[in-house]
């Protein structure tokens, strides 16, 4: 039975099921690109259930012959090939899967066997040999050491390059060009021009050698190796120098090791597969060796920049997932421009609403009593924005890795609800974050006010302590009186006819800031800057 499964091999790119073609079972492939094929052995029941499963099958674009040896005159057994597009792991349970819900239930279907399928062909090898200068820096070890690091760097070619079928050899690039046509260009000249090996991986020109290590469960444990890269490079940014220099070859030694990766060292000298190791680990620990240094130079130094730069590899991956073989995929350029459309209204509103609840929420004091300019408005609301639309990668995400391992497994419909409402959850919560930053602000507003400093201007709102005198005590109209004009208040941008104050005494005073909100006409009162730290303004 095992024999009749996967017998004979057939490549992914003309797969045929065992028999003739022609016969009358037999349904079309399933469009699309596939990954895997999957063979099955399905007993079905002789007679009506038969055409049946077979009519079902190819409805549902499964590909299926029937196997006349392996069955009786009750029963028979058919093969039929499902194709997926994900992981290999999980992948015989998911063709299992989508030939029985194939039948629909209108058919008593036993499984017998299941396997996945190999290509039959080894897939084809093409090398690149690239044609360059014979280079000569005349005699001492050095010397001619440096010229071969020159040559093989790529420094000394000519811009013309050959491929060979296979992993090919010198002689073999060599006899291409002599014997090869005359493409124009640089002609091959034996007494100037020589050839190298392009830059590849030993199971690249070897595809019959194991799968490297770091190429296997979807690459992640690669991924890995270059976050641990970044995190090395972010602290080393944090150590003194001589701490610097200490740990700092800790990044050659893993170059000589992740350079096989990339580079064959039976075809490349070390010195080249080290330097494309170190592109690679060098690379990412600059990386996070910049961002340290960048963020503290801002002002602060948080390691949520090289964590949010991590997490977004496999967000990435997953959205890669979810999208591929859809409409949107088919569609990405145009829906992709069309996306961005909308930010032209949605970065004001959002950040209309930032500046709303810290002045109008948590202070009290109206937005419209304040000119903001439209930048501004426009940087307020980047954040939120960008929390929702990274909320809604994720989302997209969990769904696309879902698919990947075919989680997803029964009615479309359902698992979209579900996926749905968990992305608009996390999109709330990632607003209600990005709207945090106005509390924030105005918890800060409140402490350097206390502090006897001017507050910090919060998305072009702007305020500052100020003295206030009346002018006509007996007739200034305050409301909620009374003015305070013993001790500095929070003054806005004045705008119109009237001022609004902020007094911190009266909001510490309660539980709610916006207690501490004044109104009082611009006309009545006359403001003055309070000095820096003072508890209390001169007497009238």
Same mark, same amino acid.
């Given at each position: 039975?095992?024999?009749?499964?996967?017998?004979?091999?057939?490549?992914?790119?003309?797969?045929?099921?065992?028999?003739?073609?022609?016969?009358?079972?037999?349904?079309?492939?399933?469009?699309?690109?596939?990954?895997?094929?999957?063979?099955?052995?399905?007993?079905?029941?002789?007679?009506?259930?038969?055409?049946?499963?077979?009519?079902?099958?190819?409805?549902?674009?499964?590909?299926?012959?029937?196997?006349?040896?392996?069955?009786?005159?009750?029963?028979?057994?058919?093969?039929?090939?499902?194709?997926?597009?994900?992981?290999?792991?999980?992948?015989?349970?998911?063709?299992?899967?989508?030939?029985?819900?194939?039948?629909?239930?209108?058919?008593?279907?036993?499984?017998?066997?299941?396997?996945?399928?190999?290509?039959?062909?080894?897939?084809?090898?093409?090398?690149?040999?690239?044609?360059?200068?014979?280079?000569?820096?005349?005699?001492?070890?050095?010397?001619?050491?440096?010229?071969?690091?020159?040559?093989?760097?790529?420094?000394?070619?000519?811009?013309?390059?050959?491929?060979?079928?296979?992993?090919?050899?010198?002689?073999?690039?060599?006899?291409?060009?002599?014997?090869?046509?005359?493409?124009?260009?640089?002609?091959?000249?034996?007494?100037?021009?020589?050839?190298?090996?392009?830059?590849?991986?030993?199971?690249?020109?070897?595809?019959?050698?194991?799968?490297?290590?770091?190429?296997?469960?979807?690459?992640?444990?690669?991924?890995?190796?270059?976050?641990?890269?970044?995190?090395?490079?972010?602290?080393?940014?944090?150590?003194?120098?001589?701490?610097?220099?200490?740990?700092?070859?800790?990044?050659?030694?893993?170059?000589?090791?992740?350079?096989?990766?990339?580079?064959?060292?039976?075809?490349?000298?070390?010195?080249?597969?080290?330097?494309?190791? %170190? $592109?690679? *680990?060098?690379? +990412?620990? =600059? #990386?996070?060796?910049?961002?340290?240094?960048?963020? @503290? &130079? /801002? !002002?602060?130094?948080?390691?949520?920049?090289?964590?949010?730069?991590?997490?977004?590899?496999?967000?990435?991956?997953?959205?890669?997932?979810?999208?591929?073989?859809?409409?949107?995929?088919?569609?990405?350029?145009?829906?992709?421009?069309?996306?961005?459309?909308?930010?032209?209204?949605?970065?004001?509103?959002?950040?209309?609403?930032?500046?709303?609840?810290?002045?109008?929420?948590?202070?009290?004091?109206?937005?419209?009593?304040?000119?903001?300019?439209?930048?501004?408005?426009? %940087? $307020?609301? *980047?954040?939120? +924005?960008? =929390? #929702?639309?990274?909320?809604?990668?994720?989302?997209? @995400? &969990? /769904? !696309?890795?879902?698919?990947?391992?075919?989680?997803?497994?029964?009615?479309?419909?359902?698992?979209?609800?579900?996926?749905?409402?968990?992305?608009?959850?996390?999109?709330?919560?990632?607003?209600?974050?990005?709207?945090?930053?106005?509390?924030?602000?105005?918890?800060?507003?409140?402490?350097?006010?206390?502090?006897?400093?001017?507050?910090?201007?919060?998305?072009?709102?702007?305020?500052?302590?100020?003295?206030?005198?009346?002018?006509?005590?007996?007739?200034?109209?305050?409301?909620?009186?009374?003015?305070?004009?013993?001790?500095?208040?929070?003054?806005?941008?004045?705008?119109?006819?009237?001022?609004?104050?902020?007094?911190?005494?009266?909001?510490?005073?309660?539980?709610?800031?916006?207690?501490?909100?004044?109104?009082?006409?611009?006309?009545?009162?006359?403001?003055?800057?309070?000095?820096?730290?003072?508890?209390?303004?001169?007497?009238?």
């Amino acid at each position: 039975m095992a024999s009749m499964l996967v017998n004979p091999f057939r490549t992914r790119l003309a797969p045929t099921p065992p028999g003739d073609g022609e016969s009358e079972g037999e349904g079309p492939p399933q469009a699309g690109d596939f990954t895997h094929r999957a063979a099955v052995l399905v007993r079905v029941p002789a007679g009506a259930e038969e055409a049946t499963a077979r009519e079902q099958w190819a409805r549902c674009g499964l590909l299926f012959s029937p196997l006349e040896a392996a069955g009786d005159d009750a029963t028979a057994v058919y093969w039929v090939e499902v194709r997926l597009q994900g992981s290999r792991w999980g992948a015989l349970t998911e063709a299992e899967r989508r030939v029985t819900a194939a039948l629909a239930g209108r058919v008593s279907a036993h499984i017998a066997d299941a396997t996945l399928l190999e290509p039959e062909v080894t897939p084809t090898v093409v090398s690149t040999w690239h044609m360059h200068r014979k280079t000569d820096w005349g005699p001492g070890w050095w010397r001619s050491r440096a010229a071969q690091l020159w040559v093989q760097v790529g420094a000394a070619d000519v811009h013309r390059r050959v491929r060979l079928d296979g992993p090919g050899t010198r002689e073999e690039a060599l006899a291409a060009l002599q014997r090869g046509p005359d493409v124009g260009g640089v002609h091959f000249d034996e007494n100037l021009h020589d050839v190298r090996p392009g830059i590849a991986s030993a199971h690249a020109v070897r595809p019959q050698d194991p799968a490297p290590w770091q190429t296997r469960a979807l690459g992640l444990p690669g991924m890995a190796v270059g976050a641990v890269a970044m995190l090395f490079g972010w602290m080393l940014a944090g150590l003194g120098l001589g701490w610097q220099m200490a740990l700092a070859p800790l990044l050659v030694v893993g170059a000589w090791w992740v350079g096989p990766w990339l580079a064959d060292r039976e075809r490349h000298s070390g010195v080249v597969v080290w330097l494309c190791g %170190l $592109a690679v *680990v060098g690379g +990412t620990g =600059l #990386c996070g060796f910049m961002i340290r240094v960048v963020s @503290a &130079a /801002l !002002g602060g130094v948080d390691v949520r920049a090289v964590v949010v730069m991590l997490c977004g590899l496999p967000v990435l991956r997953g959205c890669l997932y979810a999208l591929r073989q859809s409409w949107f995929s088919r569609n990405a350029a145009t829906v992709l421009s069309l996306a961005v459309l909308p930010l032209a209204w949605v970065l004001p509103w959002m950040g209309r609403l930032v500046q709303g609840i810290y002045l109008t929420v948590c202070l009290g004091i109206p937005l419209s009593a304040v000119n903001v300019d439209a930048l501004w408005t426009y %940087l $307020a609301g *980047v954040k939120p +924005t960008a =929390l #929702c639309i990274a909320a809604l990668l994720c989302g997209l @995400a &969990a /769904l !696309g890795w879902c698919r990947h391992f075919y989680w997803i497994t029964g009615s479309r419909t359902y698992y979209l609800a579900v996926f749905g409402t968990f992305t608009v959850v996390m999109m709330v919560v990632a607003v209600l974050v990005g709207l945090s930053s106005a509390t924030n602000g105005a918890d800060r507003t409140v402490a350097q006010a206390v502090a006897g400093q001017d507050p910090s201007p919060f998305f072009g709102i702007s305020a500052r302590r100020v003295c206030v005198r009346p002018l006509d005590a007996a007739n200034t109209a305050v409301q909620p009186g009374p003015l305070p004009t013993g001790y500095p208040v929070v003054a806005f941008d004045v705008t119109g006819d009237e001022t609004w104050l902020w007094d911190y005494r009266r909001a510490t005073a309660s539980a709610d800031l916006a207690k501490g909100a004044l109104r009082v006409r611009t006309d009545q009162v006359v403001t003055q800057p309070a000095a820096r730290g003072a508890r209390t303004c001169p007497p009238l």
